[in-house]
Nanobody
């Protein structure tokens, strides 16, 4: 099992910045891909950004250029730096880590944190 704990959420004005952290319970986190998702009330959970174990990052079009995902494998921690925040970014942000299939026919396993609330006021 892998536990993930998010922190760093809060209330910020539009145009402001926040840095989210995701602390993993085991060092095996370093070989798994990780991502940040968000879910606003009444909406589906959506992928915001993802990063491979080697540090290759991808972003949703809505945050590209404003958000930066990173990880420190030595600390078993991932981060999401959010800048130029907009009110539509208000949501619960979840950290995800995915254990890949171990053999042909195996299924990946997704681990989730409990989420951290981000509220952006206009």
């Amino acid at each position: 099992q892998l536990q993930l704990v998010e922190s760093g959420g809060g209330l910020v004005q539009a145009g402001g910045s926040l840095r989210l952290s995701c602390a993993a319970s085991r060092s095996i986190f370093s070989i798994y891909a990780m991502g940040w998702y968000r879910q606003a009330p009444g909406k589906q959970r959506e992928l915001v950004a993802a990063i491979t174990s080697g540090g290759i990052a991808n972003y949703s079009d809505s945050v590209k250029g404003r958000f930066t995902i990173s990880r420190d494998n030595a600390k078993n921690t991932g981060y999401l730096q959010m800048t130029s925040l907009k009110p539509e970014a208000s949501a619960v942000y979840y950290c995800n880590s995915r254990r890949p299939p171990r053999y042909f026919g195996d299924e990946p396993i997704d681990y989730w944190g409990q989420g951290t609330q981000v509220t952006v006021s206009s």
